[in-house]
C-alpha cells in the first residue's frame, strides 16, 4: 500500500511541476517543445528494454522488442528532430 | 546495482525537468534539448544493467532499428510537415506504453500469477494499455489527415458521438471488469479492442484546422501513456517524465481551444467544418490588384506586418517570404510578424518555418503584443490566413467564429491578401475583410506571387 501512495505522491508533484515548467515557455517554442516533450515521452523505453530482455516467452519477447522498436524511434526521432528546429531559431 | 539505477534514473529526472526548463528562451533551449537526450541516454544505459537482463539480441535489434529510421526520419523530414511527424510519434510512443503493459500482463498470465496483483495494479495495466492505444491510432489518423493520405474533412458515422462514447464507457468498464474479477482476461480483450478503436473513432471527425488541438491532445495522451506505464512498473521515472509530457500537452491544448474560442469538448465533439456553408453575400465585389500596384505599395509604406497562415505552409512559400522581406528592409521599410496561435496545423508551425527561412524570431509577435498596434500599421501582408483574421469574430454574434479571438488586420491602413481563389476559409465562414474598401486581393499561388511582388519591389 505504501508503494502506491509513494506513486501517487510522485505523480501528483509532477502535475504541479509540469505545469509551472510548462506555462514559462513562450509560444514561438510551441511546436520544438511538442516535439522534444514527445521524445522525452519515449522514456517509457525503459520498460520496454526490461521486457525483451527478460528470460520469458517468445510473445513477451515479441512485445518487448517491438516496444523497443517503436521508443527508440520515438526518442532518436523526437531528440533529433527538436534540435534540427531549435538549431533554426536565430536572434539576427 | 539496483540503488546505482535508481540514482541514474534520479539524474534523468532531473536532466528532463531542466530541459523543459531552458525551453523558456530560444536561446537556451538548443542546450535543453541536448541535456534531455543525455538524461535519456543515461536511463537506457543505466537500465541495461538490470539483473533480469539475460539476453541483448532482441534489445539491440530493437534500439539499432529505431534509431535508424527514427534519425532518418528526423532529418528528412520537411519543416512544413512538422505537424504529422510529431503526430506520428506520438503515436508510437504511446504504442510503445500499451505494448509494454500488455507484456507484464502476459508474463503475469503465463505464470498464473494475475490474480496475485492488487486490484490498484490490474487497473494501472488496463489504464496503460487504454490511454496508449488511444493515443496510437488517434495519432495514426491524426498522421493520416495532415499528410493528406486521408481527407482532412471531418468524417462521421451515423451516432458516431454515441459510437465514441459506447467505445469509451466498454473501455473503461473493460478496465475496471479486469481489476475486479482479479484479471479476467476476456476484460483484457474487450478493453485492448475497444481502446484501439476508440482512437479512430475519436479523430475521424476532427477536422484539418482543429488539428493543432487534437496534435496537442495525443501529445498529452503519450505522456499519460508512458506515467500510467510508470505506475504498472512502480517507476518513478516513467511517473515523472510521463506526467511532465501530460501536463504539457494538456496546457497546450488549453492554449489552443482558447485561441479557437472553443472547448476541447467542442474541437472534439463538434466536427466543425464537416459542411460548408455557400456563404450568402451575393455578388458584392473584391479589389482585385496586381504585383506591381502591391509593390508601389508597399514601397511607400514605413512598416509592413505580414500575416502568415497554413497556405504559406502549403506553398512552401516561406523562403520567398524572406526574400520579400530582405528586399523591403533595402527599401528602408520595416516588417514584423503578426503570428496567430492556431496558425498552422501545430502549435508554433508558423514559427518554426520563418525560422527556417533565416528570419529572425525578434521579428515574431504574438497576437497580444501585435494588434493593438495594427491601426498605426500602413500595409498587412496577409498570406494564406483567413478565420484567423475574420473580423466577423468580432462583430457578427451570428458567425460560427464569433468570440474567437483574432488578429486585428482590418484595422491596418490597408489590407493586402494573398490567395489562391475567393473559396472560404477551413471554417467555410465568408470572410468580410475581403470585401472591405481599404482591402486588395492578389490572387495566386503564395509563392508565385511573393516572388513576382519581390522582383516587382526591386523595379520600382
Redesign the interface.
Given at each position: 500500500m505504501t508503494e502506491v501512495l509513494f506513486t501517487v505522491f510522485v505523480f501528483t508533484l509532477s502535475v504541479f511541476l509540469g505545469f509551472e515548467l510548462i506555462s514559462k515557455v513562450p509560444p514561438i517554442l510551441h511546436t520544438p517543445l511538442m516535439s522534444g516533450s514527445n521524445a522525452i515521452s519515449g522514456i517509457t523505453i525503459i520498460g520496454a528494454l526490461v521486457v525483451a530482455g527478460e528470460a520469458s516467452t517468445p510473445f513477451t519477447t515479441l512485445l518487448g522488442t517491438l516496444a523497443v522498436i517503436l521508443a527508440t524511434l520515438n526518442v532518436v526521432g523526437g531528440f533529433l528532430v527538436t534540435d534540427r528546429m531549435l538549431k533554426m531559431f536565430k536572434r539576427r | 546495482m539496483e540503488s546505482l539505477i535508481q540514482v541514474a534514473?534520479l539524474f534523468?529526472s532531473i536532466a528532463?525537468?531542466i530541459?523543459?526548463?531552458l525551453?523558456?528562451?530560444?536561446?537556451t533551449?538548443?542546450l535543453?534539448?541536448?541535456i534531455?537526450?543525455l538524461g535519456?541516454l543515461g536511463?537506457?544505459v543505466a537500465?541495461?544493467f538490470?539483473k533480469?537482463?539475460?539476453?541483448?539480441e532482441?534489445?539491440l535489434?530493437?534500439?539499432v532499428?529505431?534509431?535508424l529510421?527514427?534519425?532518418w526520419?528526423?532529418?528528412k523530414?520537411k519543416?512544413t510537415a512538422?505537424p504529422q511527424?510529431?503526430a506520428l510519434?506520438?503515436g508510437?510512443?504511446g504504442?510503445?506504453?500499451a505494448?509494454?503493459a500488455?507484456?507484464?500482463a502476459?508474463?503475469e498470465l503465463?505464470t498464473n500469477t494475475l490474480s496475485f496483483l492488487?486490484a490498484?495494479s490490474l487497473t494501472t495495466i488496463g489504464l496503460s494499455i487504454v490511454i496508449g492505444s488511444v493515443t496510437f491510432t488517434g495519432s495514426l489518423i491524426a498522421f493520416a489527415k495532415l499528410q493528406e493520405l486521408i481527407s482532412g474533412r471531418p468524417f462521421l458515422l451515423p451516432a458516431h458521438h454515441y459510437q465514441s462514447l459506447l467505445l469509451f464507457l466498454l473501455s473503461l468498464g473493460a478496465t475496471a471488469y479486469f481489476s475486479l474479477t482479479k484479471g479476467e482476461i476476456a476484460g483484457m480483450y474487450v478493453l485492448s479492442i475497444a481502446s484501439f478503436l476508440l482512437g479512430f473513432w475519436i479523430t475521424l471527425p476532427i477536422g484539418g484546422a482543429d488539428m493543432p488541438v487534437i496534435?496537442?491532445f495525443l501529445?498529452s495522451l503519450?505522456?499519460l501513456?508512458?506515467?500510467a506505464?510508470?505506475?504498472?512498473?512502480?517507476?518513478?521515472?516513467?511517473?515523472?517524465?510521463?506526467?511532465?509530457?501530460?501536463?504539457?500537452?494538456l496546457?497546450?491544448t488549453q492554449?489552443m481551444s482558447r485561441a479557437m474560442n472553443r472547448s476541447l469538448w467542442n474541437v472534439l465533439f463538434g466536427a466543425v467544418g464537416a459542411e460548408v456553408s455557400s456563404g450568402g453575400s451575393g455578388d458584392r465585389t473584391v479589389r482585385s490588384t496586381t504585383a506591381e500596384d502591391v509593390a508601389l505599395m508597399l514601397s511607400y509604406a514605413k512598416e509592413v506586418v505580414i500575416v502568415p497562415g497554413y497556405g504559406m505552409a502549403v506553398a512552401q512559400a516561406q523562403h520567398a517570404v524572406k526574400k520579400l522581406v530582405d528586399a523591403l528592409s533595402e527599401k528602408g521599410v520595416e516588417t514584423r510578424f503578426a503570428?496567430h496561435?492556431v496558425a498552422g496545423r501545430?502549435?508554433?508551425?508558423m514559427?518554426?518555418l520563418l525560422?527556417?527561412a533565416?528570419i529572425?524570431?525578434?521579428k515574431?509577435y504574438?497576437m497580444e503584443r501585435i494588434n493593438p498596434d495594427f491601426p498605426q500599421v500602413d500595409v498587412a501582408l496577409v498570406i494564406g490566413a483567413n478565420d484567423v483574421v475574420n473580423p466577423a469574430a468580432r462583430k457578427d454574434q451570428n458567425s460560427p467564429l464569433y468570440g474567437m479571438p483574432i488578429l486585428d488586420v482590418d484595422k491596418a491602413k490597408t489590407v493586402v491578401v494573398l490567395k489562391r481563389s475567393m473559396n472560404p476559409g477551413f471554417a467555410g465562414v465568408e470572410n468580410e475583410l475581403f470585401y472591405q474598401p481599404n482591402t486588395y486581393m492578389l490572387f495566386g499561388d503564395a509563392r508565385k506571387s511573393l516572388e513576382s511582388l519581390t522582383q516587382a519591389l526591386k523595379e520600382v
Open positions: - | 534514473y534523468a528532463f525537468i530541459a523543459i526548463k525551453l523558456n528562451s530560444p536561446s533551449a538548443r535543453g534539448n541536448l534531455g537526450a535519456m536511463g537506457i537500465t541495461l538490470y533480469s537482463i539475460i539476453r541483448y532482441w534489445i535489434i530493437g534500439l532499428l529505431g534509431s529510421v527514427g534519425a526520419l528526423a532529418l523530414v519543416m512538422m511527424m510529431v510519434l506520438n508510437f510512443g504504442a510503445a506504453s505494448l509494454v500488455s507484456a507484464e502476459a508474463k503465463l492488487s490498484f496534435v496537442a501529445n503519450s505522456g501513456a508512458a506515467a506505464t510508470g505506475f504498472v512498473l512502480n517507476n518513478y521515472l516513467l511517473i515523472i517524465a510521463g506526467t511532465l509530457v501530460g501536463a504539457s500537452g496546457i497546450l492554449i503570428i496561435p501545430m502549435p508554433g508551425h514559427n518554426v525560422a527556417e533565416d529572425p524570431y525578434e515574431l504574438e
